[in-house]
């Protein structure tokens, strides 16, 4: 890390040249990547994605249901059919869509009870993106065709519910508008740890770093297919990780100039430790981004390889363009110099002190409040959203409301499109499949083509998470042993699959992250036992974010308060492994900012307790400035009007501040303080194997003050010439200090 900080600082005109580049090319690529990306959820080779393809080839519409308008007749009548058939004419000769209705049935099971109310069942075309162009017309036909008869109309489904109440005016911020809120949170952390001009410097490598990321993934478009969902969090996740990493090194900078080190000599010792850190912790969110390619989903993949692109660009910018900044104009923007560096944090080295004291104490007292948060994950359901977390108020849930008042419930919302052959008797398909128990109605629709029937298998309940989907399965196990049986469809049928595709491939996934991360952390503490720790407690604080997720969004404990949205029932397929890669990597940041500094402190002196003392004195106000900083990142999308971006954001928000203030901040500190000289042994054998020195299991030495370090004196203990030698405090034939501005270790 020397040798790169020195070619760096001998060539700083080529690193500011390459990066302006990438800047303005990064600024055009960031207006063009939006068109690029994809809004494709398909599952090509499962049973709901080909059935899918199928229905759009031979009827060009899409297994989801579009829209399901509501006929409603005046009071004291009931529904007429022919009213109802030229309700839905109109709607056929607008073109593109497939109406299924009780005018051409005749099944009474499209009526409420009374027959007061009649539903339709609209199927149009699969929309390129979240815009549907025939919605307005629709609508618009339904109520103008309803009035003409003497009814009135109004049109509900899960993608009106999707899009909240119709007030209209929720769009949300862009990302660009995200992007700058998160800024705006960031800068004032940054303003507050600085107290100086410097904290406009890691907003500028951040800023460079989001915009070279988006470079990177255009350039990845046009090999891969990438989700949409990749852009949110360049902007969001690449803002708050390039300012974290740029966090740690300025500090150390600053550290190393109130030690008396020259400005470049400050800059080389910053990168080779501090950098050596953002190497080591850009790596891991790397990897447990690009694990994510085990999973057999494009969705999933996609946004794995888009994901592991933010990090290697954020550790690049960093350990290229700011050594060279704090080169040039460093010192000229760190003014006024209010906070200084000199020493570790007073406030942050009494908690570390009063943690090893306790530690036993602090670690039951971490340990309950994680057990606490992980017991609800044991409730969690996959799947997606149900229509009472969609939408509170408006004309779809109103519409919906009515519906479920005249008993027809709410599985209207999620029909299944059944395929059999032409010339195979449908009847008897749909027959089998409306005696099923959860099933409300099977009707074959009026016209074949190119060969194919299709049957519209309609459920009592929505098939929205695992436990509701199980008469998706019901229906296919009872049909599809009848002849001319094709397959099943719809937004259950995609819910079942996608549990399938993804959780079924998901250990696999889980286990590669682990295994890399133990052996990269291994390498970068030249210990055994911290990464195995590392490891256990990130898995352990992402269950704890799981189920607090679960409970406030699936149970809804908070959720309507805060949001205005009810429980949801269920977590989208796509979200609970998104965020358990990205919370995997951002915990394993602050894990490696402070085992990194305990492991230096700790060689220097020989001693865990002063390790864990002024190691966490030194990075606690930092790894807890970075929590503030990501969680303001993910402040801004939380208020956008999508839930599944609520959820996402607040999830991660709320697990970046969980594992700051309990794993890391507690947790963590008395670990290593219970584990001793154990934390740091790392056999001759495997050292050799990974290319690092050796760690022997050596005793710890002791701090003065009566504060005992874990461990009798070391007879062996010494550090650096530039830092002082320390000897045995038993023998007394030599005594040193740490000259950092701490008290002697003796």
């Not at 027959?115 to 025939?134: E, M, N």
């Not at 390039?242 to 190393?256: G, K, N, T």
């Not at 994950?377 to 849930?397: K, Y």
């Not at 027809?408 to 010339?423: A, E, I, K, N």
Request: net charge neutral; proline share 5%.
């Amino acid at each position: 890390m020397q040798t790169f900080a020195h070619f760096m600082l001998r060539h700083r005109r080529w690193v500011i040249g390459f990066w302006l580049v990438v800047l303005l090319a990064g600024g055009t690529a960031a207006g063009r990547l939006p068109d690029r990306l994809s809004s494709d959820f398909s599952l090509p080779g499962k049973e709901g994605s080909e059935i899918q393809a199928a229905l759009a080839r031979t009827y060009g519409v899409s297994a989801d249901l579009g829209y399901l308008p509501v006929l409603t007749a005046p009071a004291g009548r009931t529904i007429a059919r022919a009213d109802v058939t030229a309700v839905a004419k109109r709607l056929r000769a607008m073109g593109g869509v497939q109406v299924l209705d009780y005018g051409g049935t005749g099944d009474p099971g499209f009526l409420t009870e009374g027959g007061h109310r009649t539903f339709l069942l609209v199927y149009g075309p699969q929309p390129a993106g979240f815009d549907d162009p025939l919605a307005d017309s629709v609508d618009r036909t339904v109520r103008a065709a309803a009035r003409e008869r003497g009814l009135t109309a109004a049109v509900t489904g899960y993608n009106q519910l999707s899009a909240g109440d119709d007030t209209g005016g929720d769009e949300g911020l862009s990302v660009l508008g995200e992007t700058l809120v998160g800024a705006l949170g960031a800068l004032l952390v940054l303003v507050f740890v600085f107290a100086s001009f410097l904290a406009l410097l890691p907003l500028l490598i951040a800023g460079v770093s989001i915009l070279a990321t988006f470079l990177v993934v255009l350039g990845l478009t046009t090999f891969t297919e990438v989700s949409f969902v990749v852009q949110f969090l360049i902007a969001l996740v690449g803002l708050g990780v390039a300012i974290d990493y740029s966090l740690l090194v300025v500090s150390r900078w600053r550290e190393e100039r109130a030690r008396g080190r020259s400005n470049d000599e400050a800059v080389v010792t910053a990168v080779a430790t501090a950098g050596r850190a953002v190497l080591a912790s850009g790596i891991t969110v790397a990897i447990s981004l690009v694990a994510l390619a085990v999973v057999d989903v494009p969705l999933i993949r996609s946004m794995g390889f888009g994901g592991m692109v933010i990090p290697v660009i954020s550790t690049l910018v960093v350990l290229t363009l700011l050594p060279v900044l704090l080169s040039l104009v460093g010192p000229r923007v760190d003014r006024p110099r209010i906070r200084r560096e000199g020493h570790p944090s007073r406030a942050w080295s009494a908690w570390a002190r009063m943690v090893v004291r306790y530690r036993w104490a602090a670690a039951g007292v971490a340990c309950a409040a994680l057990a606490l948060a992980v017991v609800p994950v044991f409730g969690l359901q996959i799947g997606q959203s149900g229509s009472d977390s969609l939408a509170r108020d408006g004309v779809a849930h109103d519409t919906l409301t009515a519906l479920r008042t005249g008993g027809v419930g709410d599985g209207v919302l999620t029909p299944m499109p059944l395929l059999v052959r032409s010339g195979t008797d449908a009847t008897a398909v749909a027959a089998a499949a409306g005696r099923l128990e959860g099933v409300r109605m099977a009707v074959v629709a009026p016209a074949s083509k190119a060969g194919v029937t299709e049957v519209v298998v309609v459920p009592r309940h929505e098939t929205v998470d695992h436990t509701s989907v199980a008469v998706v399965s019901a229906v296919r196990d009872a049909t599809r042993d009848l002849p001319g049986y094709i397959g099943v469809a719809g937004r259950g049928a995609v819910v079942l699959d996608y549990q399938r595709a993804v959780f079924d491939d998901f250990p696999y996934a889980l286990g590669l992250i682990a295994l890399v991360t133990f052996v990269l952390l291994v390498r970068t503490f030249r210990s055994l036992l911290l990464p195995l720790k590392a490891v256990l407690l990130n898995l352990v604080s992402v269950a704890a974010v799981f189920g607090l997720v679960t409970w406030f969004w699936q149970h809804g404990h908070g959720s309507g308060a805060l949001f205005g949205i009810a429980a949801t029932g269920a977590l989208t397929f796509w979200l609970p492994v998104l965020i358990f890669a990205f919370l995997f990597g951002l915990s394993m940041d602050y894990e490696v900012f402070i085992l990194a500094r305990m492991r230096e402190e700790y060689d220097r002196t020989g001693s865990t307790s002063y390790g864990v003392e002024h190691g966490l004195g030194r990075t606690g106000r930092l790894v807890t400035s970075a929590a503030l900083i990501l969680f303001f990142a993910f402040a801004a999308p939380a208020a956008a009007p999508g839930t599944d971006i609520k959820v996402l954001a607040t999830a991660l928000g709320a697990g970046i501040l969980l594992d700051a203030a309990v794993v890391r901040a507690l947790l963590v500190p008395a670990m290593v303080s219970l584990f001793g000289k154990y934390n740091w042994w790392l056999p001759a054998g495997i050292a050799r194997l990974l290319r690092v020195e050796p760690s022997p299991l050596t005793p710890d030495t002791i701090v003065p003050d009566g504060h005992d370090a874990g461990s009798r004196p070391s007879a062996d203990s010494s550090v650096g010439a530039s830092d002082g030698a320390l000897t045995d405090a038993c023998t007394g034939e030599e005594r040193g200090e740490i000259r950092d501005g701490s008290a002697p270790v003796r």
